[in-house]
């Protein structure tokens, strides 16, 4: 069991830019799969980004490709999602996930909400000038 706390969200102006963090505790992310996912008022949980726990393999949501990038911290047990040129339609609650284990590749397709069993609360990002 591992539990992940997200951090790191706020208001920020269009075009600007903003660093999640998801820190573990209970276990060692190095055996998990690391998804980021968004959720806007009334939209579906979607993935924006992915890091695998094998070959650190990626994955990043088509319109936040060469915006978003996600990166470990091993040593601070610490999975973030660096955000720049930020829109408005980007406002979302942003939440971390982990699947344990290491046959999934994240670069392989998008991810999904089932794929992963460990949830943080979420924090919330909200782009407007």
């Known amino acids: 069991q591992v539990q992940l706390v997200e951090s790191g969200g706020g208001w ?3 075009g600007g830019f903003l660093t999640l963090s998801c820190a573990a505790s209970g ?3 190095d055996d998990y799969a690391i998804g980021w ?3 806007a ?3 579906e949980r979607e993935a924006v980004s992915c890091i695998s726990s094998s070959d650190g393999s990626t994955w990043y949501v088509d319109s936040m490709k ?3 990038t996600i990166s470990r911290d091993n040593a601070k047990n610490t999975v973030y999602l660096q955000m720049i040129s930020l829109r408005p339609e980007t ?3 942003y939440y971390c996930a982990a699947r344990r284990g290491r046959l ?3 670069s392989d397709y998008e991810p999904l909400v089932y794929d992963f069993g460990s949830w943080g609360q979420g924090t919330q990002l ?3 000038s």
């Open 12 to 14: 920020v102006q269009p």
């Open 27 to 29: 276990d060692t992310l």
């Open 37 to 39: 996912f968004r959720q």
């Open 41 to 43: 008022p009334g939209k």
């Open 66 to 68: 060469g915006r978003f």
């Open 91 to 93: 406002t979302a609650v």
């Open 104 to 106: 999934y590749h994240c």
């Open 126 to 128: 909200t782009v407007y």
